[in-house]
Nanobody
Framework: QVQLVESGGGLVQPGGSLRLSCAAS????????MRWFRQAPGKERELVAA???????????GYGDSVKGRFTVSRDNAKSTVYLQMNSLKPEDTAVYYC???????WGQGTQVTVSS
């Protein structure tokens, strides 16, 4: 079964950190780019980070302007998992975070991140 399953969301205080995970199955994970998006209430879905496949792009990464310098995307092809390390979290980072495999237009179910004191 082709699917993406996110985990790791939760409630964190401003300035704190969280690491999100997205486990992929049903396709050859290492061959494809992966992306993280987020959507806050009343806002459009926003691209947060992307990582290329090791083979075609050397695992190159890219970030949205609002998270540059604070978030880091990485992948473990042996575990078919992509990660999003989020540091120095702000209340405006509160959103549902989604994992995406663009080649298949495949989305996970989302995981809630709430940044609040």
């Amino acid at each position: 079964q082709v699917q993406l399953v996110e985990s790791g969301g939760g409630l964190v205080q401003p300035g704190g950190s969280l690491r999100l995970s997205c486990a992929a199955s049903g396709f050859t994970f290492s061959n494809y780019a992966m992306r993280w998006f987020r959507q806050a209430p009343g806002k459009e879905r926003e691209l947060v980070a992307a990582i290329g496949s090791i083979g075609s792009t050397g695992g190159s990464t890219g970030y949205g302007d609002s998270v540059k310098g604070r978030f880091t995307v990485s992948r473990d092809n042996a575990k078919s998992t992509v990660y999003l390390q989020m540091n120095s979290l702000k209340p405006e980072d509160t959103a549902v975070y989604y994992c995406n495999a663009p080649r298949f237009n495949l989305w996970g179910q989302g995981t809630q991140v709430t940044v609040s004191s």
